[in-house]
Structure formats: C-alpha cells, structure tokens
C-alpha cells in the first residue's frame, strides 16, 4: 500500500506521471477503456486506486466510461477517464451531459493520428478541434497541453483545480509521444501541493439551487445523498435544475456556462514564453511541439533570426488576448502542431492580416523536427 | 345523528405527494399512459420498502419513461439516451451507500444502453433497473423498438415489424441479475410488491413493466387505450419462476408473468473490496471520501 | 370491529370502508379507474376539469371498500381512498352517505 502523492525522483513515462497527478489531486475514482496510447493510465490507476481507498472500473467502453465518471462525480467523489481519439468521440455527448449539467471530472485524451483508427502507435495534434466543439451544443471548455512527463504531472493536477472550481470537465490533451516517453520526474511532498475541490453548498437544503452562481460564476455543488433532493438534468433548465423549454431559459443557462470560464480567463489561461521579450517572429506552440518550438527558436537565434516561443499551455478557452497583443508587435507568426493547421486557424483569426502568418505542421505520425521550423524562418523571414 | 366528516376546504393531499415534485404536476405523459401507474407504483415501493429515502437515487435515460426521474423528489439524474446505467455505476461506486433505481424506457435500456444493461447484470452491481415496456419508442413518436412485437406496426415499420423482440427477461437472467420479475402495470399490487423486494435485495435487479403507449404504439395498432389493459388482463398468465426461455411475449397465447428469478451472489463491490481493498472490509468505510 | 350481535338487516346495509379523494384538475381522463374499480363506484362525470377532461365522479359512495386500486392504477396521481372514520353509532357500521369528497 502507497500513499497518494509518491513524493519522490522518478524516471516515468508522461501516463504514469499523468495517473500520479491524479491521485496527487485526489482523483478517487477513474472509469475507463483500454486504447492505446492511454492505455498506461487505466493501468496505473488500476492498481494505485486501491492504494488510496478508490475505485477502479473498466467499463464496457467510453460512452459508459464517460457516464461513470459523471455518475461517481456526483457521488461526491472526484473522477477521470482517460483515452484516445476513437473512445474521444465515443465520449463527445456524455462531456456535453457535464458541461450542461456542470460536473467537474478529468478527461484525458492521448492524441494518436487519426482520422478513425489512424496510427494507433504514433502521435498526432490533431483533436484540438474537437477538443473544442466536439460534443454539440454552445459551450466554453478547458483543455490543456502538457509538453513533458513532469508537465502532466503538474497540469493533471491543475486539471482537477479547474474542473472543481469552475464545475466543468476539464481536458488534457497530451498525445502519444509525451504519454509515451520516459523522463524525469519529481513528485513534491503533499503538503506542497495545492488542491482545489467544489465549492459546496451552505444553507438552507429546501432553498438551494444547483445552478444559482455564487460570486465568481459557479455554483456551489452537493452530492446525491446529502439531503437536497437534486433534480439534474441535460435539458436545457434552471437555476434550480429543473428543465423549462423557453428561449429565455436557453438562454440564461448558456449564458451560465460559458460565462463562468469567459469571466475568469486570466486565472484559467495560462502560457509561457521562450525569448519572446525582444523576438520579431513569434512561434505560437503547445504540447509536444513545444519541444520542437523551442530547439528551433534556439538554432533561429544562433542564425540571427529573432524569433520567440509563445507556448500554450492552455489551449481552451483561447488565449486570444495574448497573441492580439504579439500581433501587435511582431513582423509574423508561425505556428508549429501536429496536425494541418487547427490551432493555426485560431491565431490566424487574431492575427487578422496584421502580418504574415505560417503554418509548420503535418497529419501525424511522428514529432515536428526542428529543422523544418528552422528552415522555414529562414525562407520566409 | 352520526358525525359526518366535512369536505376539506384545503387541497388533501395524494399519499404520494410527499414523493413528488408536486411543483411539476401534471406530468408530460399523455392520457392513458401507462407510466404513471409504473411510476406511481416504484414510488409506492419506494416508500414502503424502509430503506433510506436521504440516500436514494434515482436515475433515468431519456424517453418519455426517462421523465420519471424529473418528478421524483428525491436526488434524481436525467442523463443521455441509453446511459443511465453507467451513469448510476459511477454513483454507486463513488458512494456504495446510496440505493440505486434506474426507471427507464425499453429503447433506452435494451436498444441503445443495452450493452451497459448486459455488463451491469454481469458485474451484479447492486441497483434496481425497473424498464416501462411499451412495445416502441414513444418519445419520438412510435418507432419500431428492440421490444416491437413481430408485424406491429409502427412510424419506421409501416408495413408491419419484420424484426425478433427480446424476452427481456431471459436476457436479464442470463446476463446474471440476480432478480427478475415482469409484471404489467395492470398488476399494481404484484408490481409494487416485486419493486419492494428487489429494491430490498442487493445485487442487481430487474423488472419489466408492460405499459400502454396508448398514443404512439396504440393509435397504429388499432388500440385504445383500455384495450391493451383488458389484453393485460385476459392474457396474463401468472406463473412464478417460470423457465426464463419460455417467457417471449406472444399476445395471442398469452403473456406470462411473475418473479422469475431471485438468487444471491456477491455484487461487485463485495468482489472487489474483498480484492482490492480488504482494509475498507475491516473498518467498514462508507463512502470514498478520505 | 366486533359486533356483539349481527344487525338483523346486515344483508341489506352497505358497508363503505372508503372515503375516495379525487383531484380533479390533475385528471387526465383515461377511466382506468372507474374500469377497474371493483364495486363500480366510479363514473365519468360530464364535466370539464381545467384541463379540458372528463374527471371521474364518485356515483356510489356507499359501495367504496377502500381496496385503494383507483389510486393505484391511476398514471395522474389524481383519486385516492382513505379509510372512513370509526362510526360510533351502535349497529350501523361504517355507513355514510357523504362519503365521497370532492376537492377542485
Ligand atoms: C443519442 C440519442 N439518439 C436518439 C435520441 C432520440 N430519442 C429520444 S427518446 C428515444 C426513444 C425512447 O424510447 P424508450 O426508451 O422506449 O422510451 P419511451 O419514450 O418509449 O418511454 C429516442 C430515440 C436521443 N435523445 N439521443
Ligand atoms: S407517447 Fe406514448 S409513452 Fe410517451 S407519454 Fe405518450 S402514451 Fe406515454
Ligand atoms: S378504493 Fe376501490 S372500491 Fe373504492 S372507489 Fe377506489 S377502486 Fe373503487
Ligand atoms: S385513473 Fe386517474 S387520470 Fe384516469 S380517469 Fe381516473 S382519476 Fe382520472
Ligand atoms: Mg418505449
């Protein structure tokens, strides 16, 4: 038997690290299906749930395995799942049921090419999109982009702080090269380790609605059996959870959701950047790519070419203020993703003809070498 | 002269009622819907069954049975379509002291949730999965079902269904639920007393309900509504622990009726304390709070 | 109840065990309860509830033996029986004509 946070030094692959975030978070519950490459995850939490006192069910597949962790989340417990781009769309309309009905839990989603079965074995970006509108309906989302073992570790963690405090779920979209690789890693002592959970309810039970929002746009969150009598519901409903097929309630509870994350996103939005301050060329990256971004900036720099790395790490919502502001200054972007050009889309759409913007990219398969960011300073600067 | 009680001025209140989100009366369910009586009588056993109404939930797919969920008065979740099951799974395993009852409709339970319906009589976790049979898809207007039988009729099998319908229960029992019964919602009283009893039961329990759908599935079968009650009625054989193969719904032979099944197993929190966590089994945790 | 002794007249009273409470505008008028009420002590009644519906109405008080099966039988959560108060009057046992209430 371990405790949850195996405070230590490890050499981890980035699902290991990602299962010990988890736990570090308190994640007490995790529904999931075997798809590589997440596999690792549903492995790990497997044994180390029963550590901890948790509960770990592989379900019949990820449409159940997404309904569990909405189910076990309001048990009062908090819930992950973790998987790949087929069980991602298997997932899409139950992610939808939390968003509607305002559950925070985890996804993770280890990006392999697609599209369908695609490279099962090979990495890919290319679910940022889906990521974003995947599930139907008008919504604001989370989701971040861990670069490395140690990264996940952490944004694992900072996945959970979202998710309860803002009632949502939260994504993180890592992919099969960081799920993969093996690194250092350096789990803190718990004590360190700052944890967020729900806002839960005071007052009167008879009186208290699920979807009132309290000061910062969220409401506060019993669990079934605690005496409140909660109705919840995916139809469109009201404050108190009760499903009213009106314009005007369609439009408040919209209103509810996406504003909770739109009014709060400069505690949600985080980036990084690399040599950004004096840089002439902006590379806009996330993930995996980071890796690549920053030994290109690095090699541009030696060449004479003042580029810089801005790095997402959280890819939604947007950080659209950050790059209109680089837009600003900068001669041209550039943006480096596995996949054809989807979170370029977006800084395209900041960007607004300000100045010349590039794509680095390509479907799937294997990480962006540097040589072909290098390269394409060069050329097109 | 005797005393004779004056008419009360207030509103009396249903026997019910205090079970009910009365504020969401009248309920969507057409005239002559079965549902209802169903539902009237889950709440009946609900209430008659001593468990503790603070740690019960019930959780609903969606359909027109999936409403129910939105009336109760107790912690009720209206989920997706075909997903109450695993929904009510993370539920239970979150917090294995809540009594769980799933009340959904058979296109939610046995079309598109069949597969969580199968693996959750497998894994013998412990809920009551209570399905309003009514012959068809009612919500979206009266589509043939996995529960249509043979030739009716209906807006996607206009001519007649040339498809099988399930023997629910004998689909139930061989998945492994650990309790089966099938009742209509004519027999009330049988149906409440085999609710009171699965929901009493650990492990996992079943019950069908069959119900008119009297606008969607009666309307293109040249059936009014208390038609399908008086077949109910000629037609019921009751016949307990009947052999689960016998039991397809044949209208013209007969219906049978009963409790078919009620063995014990462990559920799989028992399994899975006694693998996984044999220290919770000593200090007897409830929830999975730390 | 015990009687000391059989009224002599026993065949002839009708014994009402049951007071039937209708709610009449949660009504959605499928007569399943007046189909299925054993003693026949339910009609249809030839008015309109707000909904539009024909409520039922309680024709024969004296016949409701508190079975409670219109309660249970009705989908609406709209007719139920309690049981009549004790008749203290020697003889008479349980009899009343008012028996049946009617709430809006
Ligand atoms: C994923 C999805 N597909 C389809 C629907 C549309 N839909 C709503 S209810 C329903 C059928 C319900 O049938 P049943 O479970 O038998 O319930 P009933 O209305 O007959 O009580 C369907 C197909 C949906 N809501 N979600
Ligand atoms: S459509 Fe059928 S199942 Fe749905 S409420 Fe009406 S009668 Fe009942
Ligand atoms: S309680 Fe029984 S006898 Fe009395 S009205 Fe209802 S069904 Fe008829
Ligand atoms: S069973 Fe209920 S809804 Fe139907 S007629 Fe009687 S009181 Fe009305
Ligand atoms: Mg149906």
């Not at chain 1, 309904?67 to 309001?74: D, E, P, R, T």
């Not at chain 1, 370029?344 to 990480?367: A, N, S, W, Y």
């Not at chain 2, 917090?95 to 079309?111: C, K």
């Not at chain 3, 409670?68 to 029986?81: D, G, L, T, V």
């Amino acid at each position: 038997m371990k405790p949850a946070v195996l405070t230590g030094e490890y050499f981890m692959t980035g699902d290991v690290a990602c299962a010990e975030g988890a736990l570090a978070a308190g994640c007490r519950f995790f529904g999931g299906y075997p798809i590589t490459p997440a596999t690792e995850i549903a492995e790990r939490m497997a044994l180390r749930l029963s550590h901890v006192d948790g509960c770990f069910i592989q379900m019949e597949d990820e449409i159940g395995a997404m309904a569990a962790v909405l189910g076990a989340s309001w048990g009062g417990v908090k819930s992950m799942t973790a998987t790949s781009g087929p069980g991602f769309s298997l997932m899409m309309e139950n992610i939808g049921l939390g968003i509607c009905t305002e559950t925070p839990c985890v996804v993770v989603n280890v990006q392999r090419g697609g599209p369908s079965t695609g490279l099962p074995t090979h990495g890919a970006q290319s679910d940022m999109m889906q990521a974003r509108w995947g599930s139907h309906g008008h919504y604001e989302i989370i989701a971040l982009a861990p670069s490395s073992p140690q990264e996940i570790f952490y944004l694992t963690i900072t996945a959970f702080n979202l998710s309860e405090k803002y009632r949502l779920p939260v994504l993180i979209m890592t992919d099969e090269i960081v799920g993969h690789m093996s690194e250092k890693v350096i789990i803190p002592e718990a004590k360190l380790i700052e944890i967020v959970s729900r806002p839960r309810p005071k007052g009167r039970k008879d009186r208290f609605k699920p979807f009132a929002p309290g000061p910062n746009g969220v409401a506060p969150m019993p669990a079934a059996g605690e005496g409140y009598n909660l109705h919840i519901t995916g139809l469109t409903h009201d404050e108190k959870g009760y499903p009213v097929m009106a314009v005007e309630t369609q439009t408040e509870m919209v209103a509810r959701i996406t504003e909770k994350i739109q009014r709060n996103l400069d505690d949600i939005i985080r980036t990084d950047d690399f040599l950004l301050d004096d840089a002439e060329i902006a590379v806009i990256s996330y993930g995996v790519s980071v890796r690549t971004s920053m030994a290109a900036v690095a090699e541009a720099r030696k060449l004479g070419i003042k580029a810089g790395l801005l790095r997402l790490v959280t890819i939604w919502p947007f950080p659209e203020h950050q790059i209109c502001k680089l837009a600003d200054r900068v001669k041209g972007f550039v943006t480096v993703e596995i996949n054809l050009g989807q979170i370029h889309r977006e800084v395209e759409r900041c960007v607004g003809g300000k100045v010349p913007i590039f794509l680095v990219g390509h479907p799937g398969g294997t990480i962006i070498h540097p040589d072909s960011v290098v390269n394409l300073l060069k050329e097109a600067f | 002269m005797q005393e004779i009680p004056k008419p009360s001025k207030k509103q009396p209140c249903h026997p019910l009622d205090d079970l009910i989100r009365t504020d969401r009366i009248p309920h969507i369910w057409c005239p002559g819907c079965g549902i209802g009586t169903v539902f009237s009588s889950c709440l009946a056993a609900l209430k008659g069954s001593g468990i503790n109404l603070g740690k019960t939930v019930m959780v609903s797919g969606i359909g027109c049975s999936g409403r129910a969920a939105g009336y109760v008065k107790l912690d009720s979740f209206h989920t997706t379509h075909g997903r109450a099951i695993p929904f009510a799974t993370g539920l239970k395993l979150a917090n294995p002291e809540l009594n769980i009852v799933v009340f959904s409709g058979d296109g939610d339970l046995f079309a598109i949730g069949g597969n969580h319906f199968i693996h959750a009589a497998r894994r013998n976790m412990d809920m009551t999965v209570i399905c309003v049979n009514n012959l068809n898809y009612g919500m979206t207007g009266g589509q043939v079902a996995a529960t249509t039988p043979y030739l009716a009729k209906s807006t996607t099998t206009p001519v007649g269904n040339p498809e099988t319908p399930f023997n629910l229960p004998l689909m139930a029992y061989a998945c492994g639920a650990t309790y089966v019964a099938r009742w209509t919602m004519l027999h009330t009283r049988d149906l409440t007393d085999s609710i009171t009893e699965a929901i009493g039961k650990k492990g996992f329990s079943f019950i069908e309900a069959l119900s008119p759908c009297p606008v969607n599935y009666g309307r293109r079968n040249k059936q009014k509504p208390l038609d399908m009650l008086k077949v109910y009625q000629k037609k019921a054989i009751i016949k307990n622990d009947a052999d689960p193969s016998t039991l397809d719904i044949d209208f013209e032979k007969g219906i049978i009726l009963g409790k078919f099944v009620d063995v014990d197993r462990p559920t799989f929190i028992e399994h899975y304390d006694k693998i996984y966590r044999p220290s919770r089994l000593q200090e007897n945790v409830p929830g999975l709070n730390s | 109840m015990d009687f000391w002794r059989v009224p002599l007249d026993a065949d002839t009273i009708k014994v009402s065990l049951g007071i039937v409470h209708i709610l009449e505008d949660r009504c959605k008028g499928c007569g399943y309860c007046i189909e299925y009420c054993p003693k026949q002590a339910l009609e249809l009644s030839t008015k309109f509830n707000q909904k539009g519906y024909h409520p039922p109405v309680v024709v024969k008080p004296e016949e409701c033996v508190n079975c409670h099966y219109c309660e249970i039988i009705c989908p609406e959560f709209a007719i139920f029986s309690v049981e009549s108060p004790p008749i203290t009057e020697p003889g008479r046992a349980g009899t009343h004509p008012n028996s049946a209430i009617k709430v809006k």
